[in-house]
Each structure stands twice: as C-alpha cells, then as structure tokens.
C-alpha cells in the first residue's frame, strides 16, 4: 500500500514547518531521495526532514540523515535557506553541506509515518547528468539549474523562487 496525496497533505500540510537538509557529495554524485508523494507524484530531494523542539539544527540534521539513509554525518557549512511554499505545504528549509562519518547506505523509514505508507521509495548518488534528466517537477527547485554537483556548494542567501501559490 502507498501513501496518498491527501494522506502527505493531511501529515505535513497547514502548518508551517523547519525543514533541515543535508548535501552530501562523493564522487562527483549527490545522495538524493525519491519521495512518493501520492497519486503517481514522486519528488527528488536531499536527505532532510522536520525539526524537534528543543533539538540544534545540527542534531536534527543528524537524526534524519540516520533515520532515512543510515549514514552518520558530521554537519559542515551552512549552504542556504529556502522557502518551500505549495500549499497546503509551506516550510523554511536550511540547507547544509554534510561529510559522511560512519554507517552503510540504506533505504531508512520516517518515523512519524506507518510502515505501509513510507514515502521514501529509492535513494542513489547521483551525478549532474541524471539529476538534470530528472523532471523539474519531480525535484527540489534548488536542483532545476545546477551545471555541476559542486554549484551546490556555493548557494548562498534566501531562495524562494517566487513560489507565490497564495494571492
């Protein structure tokens, strides 16, 4: 059984949320996460997710690189932030560079969700080829115009790419 869109928007939509990311680059290849969004949608993403309360960015970074890939981290530079606005979703999400400490690479789960409806269907390295095949509407925004995986280590400021859904 999959997740539907309504069940993804019922879970993380009509709030706002903080999202923390992790770009992890080897090998001239990014670590990217295929998300099942419902209804046949799927979404390119880094590994990230929502932070808890009371927790650092860094500490949650760690959490939810472990949790959805079972790889350690340590959390390296700050890249950017960027503010995701498609309602019923809406989250400010900070982006950072992150080196691989420890663990093995593996399909992880989102706790918060039940074992037969897990968004994360596939998680791979990819290079600038196929992260540029992939539709713009299946990936991150910040992932459409990159020429290189290093031109993600140089976003810098407040992204938004007027994603003005409300007016």
């Known amino acids: ?3 539907s869109e309504k069940e993804v928007h019922e879970k993380f939509g009509g709030r706002l949320r903080t999202r923390v990311n992790g770009v992890l680059i080897h090998d001239e290849k990014i670590l990217m996460i295929k998300h099942d969004m419902g209804n046949g949608k ?7 997710g929502g932070m808890k309360y009371g927790s650092s960015s860094s500490e949650n970074l760690k959490r939810e690189f472990l949790e959805e890939t079972g790889i350690e981290i340590s959390v390296e530079n700050f890249l950017c932030n960027y503010e995701y606005l498609n309602p019923p979703l809406h989250a400010v999400e900070l982006y950072f560079e992150v080196r691989q400490t420890g663990g093995k690479l593996i399909i992880g789960k989102d706790p918060e969700l039940p074992n037969d409806k897990q968004l994360i269907t596939e998680i791979q390295f990819l290079d600038i080829d196929i992260l540029s095949s992939i539709k713009n509407e299946e990936k991150h925004r910040l992932f459409w115009g990159i020429k290189s995986v290093n031109d993600a280590r140089l976003w810098k400021g407040y992204f938004n790419f007027e994603n003005n859904s409300i007016k």
């Not at 799927?42 to 990230?48: Q, T």
């Open 42 to 48: 799927y979404f390119w993403n880094v590994p990230g």
């Open 1 to 3: 059984m999959t997740i």
